[in-house]
């Protein structure tokens, strides 16, 4: 029976030791918004369910806000590197804000603390556990947590 459950347990470990993404298929539609996933592959993102589904979004925004929502049915996040386009782990990603995401502001992935901070060039570099629903609602507001004036919604308003 020990020599079962040992087994059991190296399965387990090896397979999610040897976890992989998957590309999302052509046409597929970001589970959040409905937007085509594969129009900024840079931004890609996708959720591996623990029931062995995968989801996929059009930026790791809304992969992070998916996850934030339904933690306890995801088993995985993958996010692509923003600067070598591979696929990385999204829970032990750096992510920065940017303003020209697919739906505008929206944070890109690096796997190197060093890479994200020269792309960042001063401004704040975020661990995947530093993002929480209120940033998301933020970068969906276009401010991403940084307080404008004279700002709403990322238009200006001439007074």
Known sequence: ??????LLGLFA?????FAQPKEPPKGTRCVVCGMDVNMMPKFTSQLKLRNGEYLYTESPKHAIQYYLKNKDKVAELWVRDFSSGKWIDGTRAYYVRVEEGPMGPDVVAFKSLVRAKKFAKGKKVL???????DFIKHL?????G?????HHGGMKHSH
Not at 1 to 6: D, H, K, S, T
Not at 127 to 133: A, G, V, Y
Not at 146 to 150: A, D, F, L, T, Y
């Open 1 to 6: 029976m020990r020599q079962l459950a040992f």
């Open 13 to 17: 470990f090896l397979a999610l030791a």
């Open 127 to 133: 661990k995947f556990k530093e993002i929480d629903m």
């Open 140 to 144: 969906d507001m276009g401010h991403g």
């Open 146 to 150: 940084v307080k404008h004036e004279g």
